[in-house]
RNA sequence: GGCGCCAUAGCCAAGUGGCUAAGGCAGGGGCCUGCAAAGCCCUGAUCCCCGGUUCGAAUCCGGGUGGCGCCUCCA
């Protein structure tokens, strides 16, 4: 496996820490609000770089934190005079709620920073003591960025002229040090005790503690082997989480680094504070879960995606093929999958998730497939490799898994569905009588509630539009 | 200002030194069909511009132009 690592900026060789065994951490959300589809995003790119792993035979350990503590959600809870915990735990279901319809699987490991407290104050009571974090007058913890030497070896962004746009605070020694513990501020503040005295941890300790916590090796140059995270985390705060592993443990805290590009708007980075947010749970309303994790996956990860319903509507009918296919082979058991078209997919993969590649190679088995029964509709053998192929598939892409039927008729209910079979049945009638004229109109007024229908040797059989 | 990323057909998008520049959507033509739909076949590119390196460049180098990101919370 080739990936495009971060750190060292170019594509590098993959090699586990541990044979046969992968260990990755993703950055998760902060629980303050619904998951945008930067979020899904994000999810889906590391689901396949999960599912892709798995495929390829490692054991991979896959871990995701929460923030379910930060200014945030202070601020909401002020705001909405509910409790931390209640803000937290609605965001946090809210949001395996979504990543559910999107198809991501569940991580193995799941922590919560305030859950996590005893790791973060381990690894600051570290720092304190190996004089690389120093206290303020204030109560604060700051990281002296000055005592790691490799700090930016990361993100390669720490020059003078960028550090020079950081707010100057008189409290710190360097312009880019960074809070580990924030001194509770008093009244209305949401403090947790701690050997420092109460306050809250700042926000990128908690990724270094959880991972040595949870998931790193307890040896070896570095703790696990891949760090994901959306592109706007690597500086600051990837560069910072590096930074308090590589002084707290004395070691690297990943061995790769990978970031995700962003999901756009009309070109523009889709973010809550420039307001052109798209919810998950909003897209969902409009758009099928699994047609939506197509969407988001089908564009390289690395790459921005410009989100835009045209796109959106295509990759929809690229999936509509794979289902068409599907329903052409439908009941049969699968055999084995053809060995070609899972190497030429995997291999794709393989190559820093050059989905594009992957997705040609699908198009085609589908193409080859639908050519194969259109000429011999009875071969059995070819449907069952085909059904094979498929299921590998929707293992491997997390699309596709659905019975063909129920995908074309999501969101249809049941008394629309009764009037939907009862005019095909009426049309049936008409077709034997060679009464077309009827049989039109009945199309027509089908195609008017948003219902195709088609005429197969088997029957008719309609599709939602 | 610093550090980066990107620019390939109407749209999305692979390809990063060498046969006819993948694939999908849309469009056009055909086969099939009572008519359709679906499916299949055929059909589309001065690779942003200008220089340079090379026998040969979308691909490498230099310079432009345009767009975007990080440096502040951010996936």
Redesign the pocket.
Known sequence: MRLFDSSK?RMVDFVPLKEGEVRIY?????VY?D?????????IVFDLLRRTLEALGYRVIFMKNF?DI???IIKKVKESGRSLEEITTHYIRRYLEDMEALGVLRPHIEPKATESLDAIFHMIQRLLEEGIAYRTEKGDIYFDTSKDRAYCSL?????????????PDPLKRN??D?ALWKGCKGEGDICFDSPFGPGRPG??IECSAMIQKYLAYKEGPYQIDIH??????????HENEAAQTRSACSRELASYWL??????I?????????GN?FFVKDALKVYDGEVLRFYLL???Y?????F?E??L???K??L??LY??K??IYGVSPSSVNPTLRDEVLS?LQ??L????A??????M??????M??RNPKERGVKRELAANIEFISQLLGVGGRDPYSYFQIGVDEESRARIEALIEE?SR??RE?N??V??RI?EELKEMGI?????PQG?VW?KI
Not at 26 to 30: L, Q
Not at 35 to 43: E, T
Not at 259 to 264: A, K, L, R
Not at 359 to 364: G, N, R
Request: with cysteine.
């Open positions: 900026r993703v950055c998760g959300p902060t609000d998951a945008h589809l930067g979020h899904a995003r994000s999810a923030t930060d200014d945030k993100s390669h962004r720490c020059d003078e002229e960028s550090l020079s746009r950081i707010e312009p880019a960074f926000w990128h994901g995270g959306g592109a706007d985390l690597l500086f600051p705060h970031h995700n590009g962003f999901v756009t009309s070109g523009e980075k889709m973010s809550k504070s420039l947010s089908s564009t390289h690395r790459a921005d995606l410009n835009n045209e796109d509507v295509a990759s009918k690229r509509d093929k068409r296919l329903k052409r794709a190559d820093d050059n989905i594009s590649r997705l040609a190679v699908l198009d085609e589908v193409k080859r497939g639908n050519e029964l259109d049309r008409a077709k060679r077309f004229e049989a039109d199309r195709a229908i088609m005429d197969t008719t599709e």
